[in-house]
């Protein structure tokens, strides 16, 4: 069984940055290397979950067209975790961001993840 925890949410005015941080454990040491897809999404009241930003085994990077150029992913093998680095947040930002786990090598939408985080409260708000 794998375990995904995240970190680093918080309240923000308009502008601001916020870290979260997502922490793999479980299974046998060097849990994130059996992973494809490390994957932040966001869930806002009323809204279906979107995907924010993707991290592939393979070194591809996907974000949402809403965050490109003010978000960046990172994945580190090493310390079995992926990084969301949030700047110039926008009160749209605001929700519940969830970090997620493929293995698979098809991994299209929610139901293709194995492993959630509880997810952690982004509010963005002056």
């Known amino acids: 069984q794998m375990h995904l925890v995240e970190s680093g949410g918080g309240s923000v005015q308009p502008g601001g940055s916020l870290q979260l941080s997502c922490e793999v454990s479980g299974e046998a040491s060097g849990s994130i290397l059996n992973i494809n897809a490390m994957t932040w999404y966001r869930q806002a009241p009323g809204n279906q979950r979107e995907l924010v930003a993707q991290?592939?085994?393979?070194?591809?990077?996907k974000y949402a067209d809403s965050v490109k150029g003010r978000f960046t992913i990172i994945r580190d093998n090493a310390k079995n975790s992926a990084t969301l680095q949030m700047n110039s947040l926008k009160p749209g930002d605001t929700a519940v961001y969830y970090c997620?786990?493929?293995?698979?090598?098809?991994?299209?939408?929610?139901?293709?993840?194995?492993?959630w985080g509880q997810g952690t409260q982004v509010t963005v708000s002056s």
């Open positions: 991290s592939r085994s393979d070194g591809t990077i």
């Open positions: 997620a786990a493929a293995r698979g090598s098809v991994v299209t939408g929610v139901k293709d993840y194995d492993y």
